[in-house]
């Protein structure tokens, strides 16, 4: 069965500082992996996802991630946070039966200290 | 905005109470899927429908149903409500593609509910 681990329920960074938060995953059929970020009250919003054409991927805000094979991680970045990146990090992998379900780890909130 | 909607934003009701929630999808997709997010137990999928019929189910209580009609709004009923069922429920939609898992899952804003 998929799964998918973030490792750090919380991670505070500085203004300007790199963000970094870990998404390994386990699936034995190549993966389709998700990033999506949940602001204060509101829903799911897609920051970026892998589908095998490109092992980094760009996405919206700044953000990017890298899949690696070796690692079976796709951990996510920023080169410089923003105080309005605070918000809750979900990585996801679809779980590749005829659902396509998101398996969802268990979050990463992220603070961004002025 | 997503272009999901989910209605009512909140909910407050009484432990063995019904209640049912409301999606509208995107318009154009054929699949709805149900999450719920708890404090313990984190965002689970619980249930997809696509054009009308159920595609598959994750952890969902019997006590739970939905259907998705022939307009793709989709309801979730909730019977019997515990104090343990309290949550955000969230509703996503998707359009097929292909045969790959790839497809976006747009999510709406949610409905949170509180069983007292």
């Known amino acids: 069965a998929q799964s998918v681990t973030q490792l750090g329920s919380h991670v505070s960074v500085s203004e300007g500082a790199l963000v970094l938060l870990r998404c390994n995953y386990s699936s034995s059929v190549p993966p389709y992996l998700f990033w999506y970020v949940q602001y204060p009250n509101k829903g799911l919003q897609l920051l970026l996802k892998y589908t095998s054409a490109a092992t980094l991927v760009k996405g919206i805000n700044g953000f990017e991630a890298e899949f690696k094979k070796s690692e079976t991680s796709f951990h996510l970045t920023k080169p410089s946070a923003h105080m309005s990146d605070a918000a809750e990090y979900f990585c996801?992998?679809?779980?590749?039966?005829?659902?396509?379900?998101?398996?969802f780890g268990s979050g990463t909130r992220l603070l961004v200290r002025p | 905005d997503s272009g999901v909607t989910q209605t009512p934003k909140h909910l407050i009701t009484a432990t063995g109470q019904r209640v049912t929630l409301r999606c509208s999808p995107r318009s154009g997709d054929l699949s709805v899927y149900w999450y719920q997010q708890s404090l313990d137990q984190g965002l689970q999928f619980l249930i997809q429908?696509?054009?009308?019929?159920?595609?598959a189910k994750g952890n969902i209580l019997e006590r739970f149903s939905a259907q998705q009609f022939p307009d793709l709004h989709s309801e979730l009923n909730l019977s019997s409500l515990e104090l343990g069922d309290s949550a955000l429920y969230f509703c996503a939609s998707s359009v097929p593609q292909g045969t790959s898992g790839q497809e976006t899952q747009y999510f709406g804003p949610g409905t949170r509910l509180l069983v007292l």
């Open positions: 996801a992998v679809s779980q590749g039966d005829s659902s396509y379900k998101l398996i």
């Open positions: 429908y696509y054009n009308g019929e159920e595609r």
